[in-house]
């Protein structure tokens, strides 16, 4: 099933039901947002399922055009955004570039708690006060999750993932490090994401949804230009991993999100980046210092995924940086 | 002006306006919630007020006695909850306790973003999973403020400032240092928090609402016994610092809640602790080793705050330590 919130001029939207193709939609009938549907889901998922059905037989009366410029996120807030940093080779990079010591192995996920009272349109502008801070995207993947008891374990956890969504986590990368340094995380370098439009559930990765892994590239554009492709399997923690580590000392709510930090390949050079902190680091390694700089106002970043048999999964986060007003 | 959110069945409850003394209570007309009364509290702030002098006057006929068990937290549930470490004599100590090498004097507050999906109610027994962890309170003050724009200086800060509220940041002392030394902030060390059933408006405090910093006396007491009365005014950042760096990169939505960090005075010595880990480090300091435990299952602690005349400001934290079960 594929879900999408369309701008209906409140600051939740109004949920509805997206065809496989992604291009039609209708108003979910049984919640009228994502975070209700979240809340019952057990209630709603079979009327769902079967208007998504009916949607994709063309059967729907009140189907329309699926316009993504129409989207909010799928969840346009949320009461909770944990996003960690699964992929080694992203880490690894990262310390270069922070001029962090490198780590002993780790033993247990690493993640922070972020801001998740809004997540930006997948398609609006995304202001900024100065492109000094250093302004960087991060394509991820994420899960959406139902209500998870405290104490989850690895094994249970996956039964609670519901959605997965594809995020643009934007950071401000010369404010990172200072933030890093403290032990806090980060506030000031990690203003709020955006998020793809449609969230899917698992079954509509079919075999790509491996391992509580997204076993899919995650295509990414700057200025038009391809950046990366990287494949979301090789995280060291699968999300399964991740929401038990969440749930270790807290109960989550429906509607938590979780996602998977930055895609990143151990090929980087050759399959390309999902961040421009990770690029300027192989150019720190390969070239003695970073050469590419970080976005402009002005700049854009488009970022997607398709199946192997070219079905868009997600649609397209294809955002424009500008200076904040 | 004192609210309240009294328990109603619902997650967000019934807001209720308060006497001064904390005695009675009235459902406020004006909003149901907090949350709604703070999303439009240029609107309702007038009649808010006018109900609460009503209510100070003997003259509301839906008055009922205050029962601080029905209470929830103020806010029971907000879209996001930032918490700073504003006291030096606590961080000073922090630093020896986790082992943590001495920092230069800060130029930036410190702060981190924390769990918002919920608050613990101010008498609800509060489940942990393991004595192992190091269960922890940390008795803080902290403001909740209106809509406030990205990149709004300190000097600005104050206006948005709404209500001041006291809270119990529960915080797991074996995990912290593990997940501070990862540089991304804490997630399994720290669970929800808990907040004093009362939130108040500046102007409550009188002259104890000084330089954005409450200057009053919070007291600690661990299983009936004094453990602290810290004055809250030693912040080396006041909560104008403190939302200014909140606000550096993102808008903050109405109800955001920051907290000032474990109140905590440099004659710690005399006056007490808000912490237990505060009291460890001191003997760490004194006797070579840590010589008080962290919390057992079943036992309380208690927080309260006065104005110097006795008039109790926020009601009491009054809360048991559990096995979550």
């Known amino acids: 099933m594929k879900l999408a919130t369309l701008k209906n001029g409140t ?22 947002t994502m975070q209700a549907a979240l809340d019952a ?16 037989r063309n059967a729907e009366k009140e189907a329309i055009a699926f316009d993504q410029a129409e989207a909010l996120s799928p969840l346009p807030r949320a009461w909770q955004w944990l996003d960690g940093s699964a992929f ?60 998870t008891p405290m104490g989850t374990s690895v094994n249970e956890a996956s039964k609670f993932i519901r959605l997965i969504v594809q995020i643009n986590d934007w950071s401000l990368r010369k404010l990172a490090p200072v933030e890093m340094k403290t032990g806090f995380g980060w506030i000031q370098a990690k203003p709020p994401c955006s998020m793809a439009p449609v969230a899917v559930t698992p079954d509509e990765l079919g075999s790509a949804w491996r391992d509580a892994r997204v076993d899919l590239p995650l295509n990414v554009h700057w200025n038009g230009n391809k950046f990366g492709a990287a494949n979301g399997y090789h995280m060291a923690f699968g999300f399964d991993d991740l929401v038990a580590h969440a749930a270790y000392s807290r109960d989550l709510v429906p509607g938590t999100i979780i ?25 720190m390694l390969d070239l003695g210092e970073p050469k590419t700089a970080f976005m402009a106002f002005g700049d854009t970043v488009k970022m997607d995924v398709f199946l192997p048999d070219g079905t868009p999964v997600f649609g397209a986060i294809d955002q424009k940086v500008v200076k904040a007003g």
């Not at 889901?41 to 059905?53: F, K, M, S």
């Open 88 to 147: 080694e080779s992203h880490g690894d990079l990262m310390d270069i570039v922070f001029g962090m010591n490198k780590k002993e192995k780790l033993t247990k996920p690493l993640m922070y708690q972020g801001v998740s009272d809004r997540f930006y349109a997948p398609t609006q502008d995304v202001p900024f006060r100065s492109i000094e801070d250093g302004i960087d995207f991060e394509g991820e993947f994420g899960v959406i999750v139902s209500s």
């Open 41 to 56: 889901w057990d209630t709603v998922v079979t009327d769902l399922t079967a208007q998504y059905d009916s949607l994709n």
């Open 11 to 32: 600051p939740d939207g109004r949920l509805h039901v997206i065809s496989r193709d992604l291009t039609t939609a209708a108003p979910a009938r049984a919640a009228t």
């Open 259 to 283: 996602g998977s930090g930055t895609v990143s390949n151990a090929n980087y050079r050759e399959i390309g980046s999902s961040c421009i902190a990770e690029r300027r680091g192989i150019e």
